[in-house]
């Protein structure tokens, strides 16, 4: 199923609607009572302040008013929705949320009538209890998309819609405020019609928003036994804390919240950036969080493309790097032109060469952050044990906040010392190479295996038969007739659960080899005299990792053949299976002799290689260990690598 496709989905389209109205009905919420403050002249003939606060700082308050929730109720409403039906939560979320809107219609009302600083601290009131609303939403929504979707491709597609959905909704929201409030003026009604306008558009969009949610089908609570805490700060240290024991589970949350640290300060960087640096209008600010918005919305989409129907985690590392490269070049793009006394406009922008630069960073920058973060999610739903997913992304949600409140506290001090916005972007680009280097660490072998999968693809058209004949998770052992020096690369590429490669140790002692073999967690093997002992620690390692339920990948001909055919397989495919008896699966590569990669002609890389080569991969049905010898394995393959032309 295409990822569009989901929006028709039955299980799925309810739950995008609901997250998207409940974000765009927040950020309506939270943009009119900014612009309540920022036109009382014009609503009221006087400014309207709340608390002191005028519309700059306010903004900054109306932002952490819809934030504190999910730090206060955040492992709380995790464990509820690990206790309780989610489609209920759901509905039960959306009714309070009508009568939240409701409460903040009224506010609006009471504005007009006059009385709008009284209303504005209501409505500020009003900002919190929206966020609590959406923090108890928050596990909901990640931790049922794994109900509803349980496949790997559509957890990656439905989380790729998510992100992009509620980016979109953020931005709709904001222009949905200004719209709603400004736009009776511009039609020639008095001012204060906007308020109750908003107030109405609170209503429809809230109502809209339960109506979806009763269209979601029914799901089964996961574990209705589980003791929901209410102590909002013991039961977040200890859910945080629970969640960050494991390192794969900890680099994900940790990761996941820098990526809303960085989206945080370049979001709250940009706007003065454009202001102040680029000497542009409030057209081309708006325009600016319009191409942010695009560019996660088109990243998480190709990540979900790119990601074929897999969690490809190697996504991450790619992520990674595209973020500091557009951080960087950003910075390295400075400030482009010289202040202007009066600010340009976007259509003057457009005339620019260095405008457009920096548009296509903006864009990249937030394309990459949708590549980086979708896998993240998608990862944590999948390996998460059913009756815990909601606790995680409970505990996901608080570092989440935590992270943001403390970028934008940095950010803040950062800007009010007088550092420029493009040295910022150099900090950030910088302090995100760690990120790099903690993605390459703990995901190696997936960016890895991405890599290979990539230039395989563009060094061959690759037709692979049998796919389906690998197990997803069973162990299993993978045996292969051996013709090439990319055959490792090819089987890299080809099998997509985790393995492991049994390989020559010469190989795992060359300069650039010894690097990446050790990354790729690959086992070496040595059978010629001081070597024996290494080959015995091969093949406990074997057996740990098929007893793990891993694959293990083997060229049992040894060396690279001299001439077309299979050579005699060793003997060592018998000792692996009496000690693990495991289905075997042969695969077959053919269409490789002949090219440079092979042999052909007394040694490799003597030619020029004939791009796009078509070569066959062919996957077996797996064959039952009892009764398999060395000898009838391999007469399996020859008979499958001679029913196929060698030489295409």
Same mark, same amino acid.
């Given at each position: 199923?295409?990822?569009?496709?989901?929006?028709?989905?039955?299980?799925?389209?309810?739950?995008?609607?609901?997250?998207?109205?409940?974000?765009?009905?927040?950020?309506?919420?939270?943009?009119?009572?900014?612009?309540?403050?920022?036109?009382?002249?014009?609503?009221?003939?006087?400014?309207?302040?709340?608390?002191?606060?005028?519309?700059?700082?306010?903004?900054?308050?109306?932002?952490?008013?819809?934030?504190?929730?999910?730090?206060?109720?955040?492992?709380?409403?995790?464990?509820?929705?690990?206790?309780?039906?989610?489609?209920?939560?759901?509905?039960?979320?959306?009714?309070?949320?009508?009568?939240?809107?409701?409460?903040?219609?009224?506010?609006?009302?009471?504005?007009?009538?006059?009385?709008?600083?009284?209303?504005?601290?209501?409505?500020?009131?009003?900002?919190?209890?929206?966020?609590?609303?959406?923090?108890?939403?928050?596990?909901?929504?990640?931790?049922?998309?794994?109900?509803?979707?349980?496949?790997?491709?559509?957890?990656?597609?439905?989380?790729?819609?998510?992100?992009?959905?509620?980016?979109?909704?953020?931005?709709?929201?904001?222009?949905?405020?200004?719209?709603?409030?400004?736009?009776?003026?511009?039609?020639?009604?008095?001012?204060?019609?906007?308020?109750?306008?908003?107030?109405?558009?609170?209503?429809?969009?809230?109502?809209?928003?339960?109506?979806?949610?009763?269209?979601?089908?029914?799901?089964?609570?996961?574990?209705?036994?589980?003791?929901?805490?209410?102590?909002?700060?013991?039961?977040?240290?200890?859910?945080?804390?629970?969640?960050?024991?494991?390192?794969?589970?900890?680099?994900? @949350?940790?990761?996941?919240?820098?990526?809303?640290?960085?989206?945080?300060?370049?979001?709250?960087?940009?706007?003065?950036?454009?202001?102040?640096?680029?000497?542009?209008?409030?057209?081309?600010?708006?325009?600016?969080?319009?191409?942010?918005?695009?560019?996660?919305?088109?990243?998480?989409?190709?990540?979900?493309?790119?990601?074929?129907?897999?969690?490809?985690?190697?996504?991450?590392?790619?992520?990674?790097?595209?973020?500091?490269?557009?951080?960087?070049?950003?910075?390295?793009?400075?400030?482009?032109?010289?202040?202007?006394?009066?600010?340009?406009?976007?259509?003057?922008?457009?005339?620019?060469?260095?405008?457009?630069?920096?548009?296509?960073?903006?864009?990249?920058?937030?394309?990459?952050?949708?590549?980086?973060?979708?896998?993240?999610?998608?990862?944590?739903?999948?390996?998460?044990?059913?009756?815990?997913?909601?606790?995680?992304?409970?505990?996901?949600?608080?570092?989440?906040?935590?992270? @943001?409140?403390?970028?934008?506290?940095?950010?803040?001090?950062?800007?009010?010392?007088?550092?420029?916005?493009?040295?910022?972007?150099?900090?950030?680009?910088?302090?995100?190479?760690?990120?790099?280097?903690?993605?390459?660490?703990?995901?190696?072998?997936?960016?890895?295996?991405?890599?290979?999968?990539?230039?395989?693809?563009?060094?061959?058209?690759?037709?692979?038969?049998?796919?389906?004949?690998?197990?997803?998770?069973?162990?299993?052992?993978?045996?292969?007739?051996?013709?090439?020096?990319?055959?490792?690369?090819?089987?890299?590429?080809?099998?997509?659960?985790?393995?492991?490669?049994? @390989?020559?140790?010469?190989?795992?002692?060359?300069?650039?080899?010894?690097?990446?073999?050790?990354?790729?967690?690959? @086992?070496?093997?040595?059978?010629?005299?001081?070597?024996?002992?290494?080959?015995?620690?091969?093949?406990?390692?074997?057996?740990?990792?098929?007893?793990?339920?891993?694959?293990?990948?083997?060229?049992?001909?040894?060396?690279?053949?001299?001439?077309?055919?299979?050579?005699?397989?060793?003997?060592?495919?018998?000792?692996?299976?009496?000690?693990?008896?495991?289905?075997?699966?042969?695969?077959?590569?053919?269409?490789?002799?002949?090219?440079?990669?092979?042999?052909?002609?007394?040694?490799?890389?003597?030619?020029?290689?004939?791009?796009?080569?078509?070569?066959?991969?062919?996957?077996?049905?797996?064959?039952?260990?009892?009764?398999?010898?060395?000898?009838?394995?391999?007469?399996?393959?020859?008979?499958?690598?001679?029913?196929?032309?060698?030489?295409?």
């Amino acid at each position: 199923m295409s990822t569009t496709r989901l929006l028709f989905d039955r299980r799925f389209w309810p739950l995008f609607w609901v997250q998207f109205l409940t974000a765009f009905n927040d950020n309506v919420l939270k943009m009119g009572l900014v612009l309540l403050v920022t036109y009382g002249d014009s609503l009221f003939g006087e400014p309207v302040t709340v608390l002191g606060f005028e519309a700059g700082p306010l903004n900054g308050l109306g932002g952490l008013m819809l934030m504190l929730p999910y730090l206060l109720f955040s492992a709380s409403a995790g464990q509820l929705a690990d206790k309780l039906p989610k489609h209920r939560i759901m509905r039960g979320v959306k009714t309070a949320e009508i009568g939240i809107m409701t409460l903040a219609a009224a506010g609006f009302v009471v504005a007009a009538w006059g009385w709008p600083e009284p209303a504005a601290l209501v409505l500020l009131g009003v900002v919190f209890l929206a966020g609590t609303q959406s923090s108890v939403f928050g596990p909901v929504k990640y931790s049922l998309i794994p109900q509803v979707l349980p496949s790997p491709g559509e957890l990656v597609a439905g989380n790729a819609l998510i992100e992009t959905g509620t980016y979109i909704s953020v931005l709709a929201g904001t222009a949905a405020a200004t719209a709603l409030l400004v736009g009776p003026e511009q039609l020639g009604w008095p001012p204060i019609y906007g308020l109750y306008v908003l107030a109405g558009g609170l209503l429809v969009f809230s109502l809209a928003g339960w109506l979806a949610a009763r269209a979601q089908a029914p799901v089964p609570a996961e574990q209705p036994d589980l003791q929901v805490r209410w102590e909002p700060f013991s039961t977040s240290f200890a859910t945080v804390k629970a969640n960050l024991v494991d390192p794969k589970r900890r680099y994900a @949350i940790l990761a996941n919240s820098w990526f809303w640290a960085v989206g945080a300060t370049v979001l709250t960087v940009v706007p003065t950036w454009v202001a102040n640096e680029l000497s542009a209008d409030e057209i081309t600010n708006t325009f600016t969080m319009i191409l942010f918005s695009v560019g996660i919305g088109v990243g998480s989409m190709l990540c979900a493309r790119w990601s074929r129907g897999r969690l490809e985690m190697g996504l991450v590392v790619v992520g990674a790097i595209g973020i500091t490269v557009f951080l960087f070049d950003l910075w390295l793009a400075g400030v482009p032109w010289p202040r202007q006394a009066e600010l340009l406009t976007l259509s003057e922008l457009a005339t620019r060469p260095a405008a457009w630069r920096l548009a296509f960073d903006l864009v990249g920058l937030a394309m990459s952050g949708g590549i980086f973060m979708v896998p993240l999610y998608a990862y944590l739903q999948h390996e998460g044990p059913p009756g815990e997913r909601a606790q995680i992304i409970g505990a996901l949600n608080l570092v989440n906040a935590a992270f @943001i409140v403390g970028a934008l506290l940095l950010v803040t001090v950062t800007l009010a010392l007088g550092v420029s916005e493009p040295w910022v972007f150099l900090a950030l680009a910088i302090l995100n190479i760690g990120w790099i280097v903690a993605s390459y660490r703990t995901l190696a072998d997936r960016f890895l295996r991405l890599l290979a999968e990539v230039l395989v693809n563009l060094m061959f058209r690759m037709r692979v038969e049998g796919q389906h004949h690998l197990p997803e998770e069973e162990p299993c052992l993978i045996v292969a007739n051996h013709v090439s020096y990319v055959d490792f690369m090819i089987l890299m590429a080809v099998v997509h659960r985790r393995h492991r490669f049994v @390989i020559w140790h010469a190989f795992t002692t060359l300069p650039v080899a010894k690097t990446l073999t050790r990354q790729y967690d690959v @086992i070496p093997v040595n059978n010629e005299g001081a070597g024996r002992a290494a080959l015995v620690r091969a093949f406990r390692e074997m057996s740990k990792a098929l007893r793990e339920g891993e694959a293990v990948i083997i060229f049992p001909e040894g060396a690279l053949p001299y001439e077309p055919g299979v050579q005699p397989f060793m003997r060592g495919l018998e000792v692996v299976l009496k000690r693990d008896p495991v289905p075997v699966v042969p695969v077959v590569l053919h269409g490789l002799w002949g090219s440079m990669y092979s042999r052909d002609g007394g040694r490799a890389f003597r030619r020029w290689p004939r791009l796009r080569r078509k070569i066959w991969i062919t996957i077996c049905p797996p064959i039952a260990p009892e009764g398999q010898t060395s000898a009838t394995l391999r007469d399996r393959i020859v008979e499958i690598y001679q029913s196929r032309p060698q030489n295409p």
